[in-house]
């Protein structure tokens, strides 16, 4: 291996470990620091809207914001949906199963209520 793709190779690496190290400070802005995952959006089709009465809300892998208890704002979280903090209640995708409790308590299941012992 000659001493020039030696370098030319090194300095690539270099570029792209700086490249990874400053990426996570270039998404943050004085706006809010709530993300969304849109590959893996995009790879389970992920919708603003319920598919019938499928929904968020009623999913085992949603996860309720516990500080804003019974919003209905893109607050919350998906264990589908690493880092993604804007899922709302009324949100579908593929990823969507239906939770045991929801279906027990039919209309009056809230994922903020404390589980049943």
């Known amino acids: 291996m000659d001493s020039q793709a030696k370098h ?7 570029i792209g470990v700086t490249a990874l190290a400053i990426a996570p400070l270039a998404g943050l802005s004085g ?3 709530a993300t969304q995952n849109t590959a893996v959006r995009t790879a389970l089709k992920f919708q603003d809207h319920p598919n019938g009465e499928k929904n968020c809300k009623v999913c085992v ?33 593929t990823g969507f199963v239906q939770n045991a409790a929801a279906t027990k308590a039919g209309a009056s299941f809230s994922p903020w209520a404390a589980p049943a012992k």
């Open 31 to 33: 706006r809010a620091f």
């Open 8 to 14: 030319s190779r090194r300095k690539v690496i270099k």
């Open 61 to 93: 892998n949603f996860i309720p914001n516990k500080d804003k208890v019974n919003n209905d704002e893109a607050v919350n979280g998906c264990k589908l949906y690493p880092g993604d903090t804007e899922i709302c209640t009324h949100c579908y995708c």
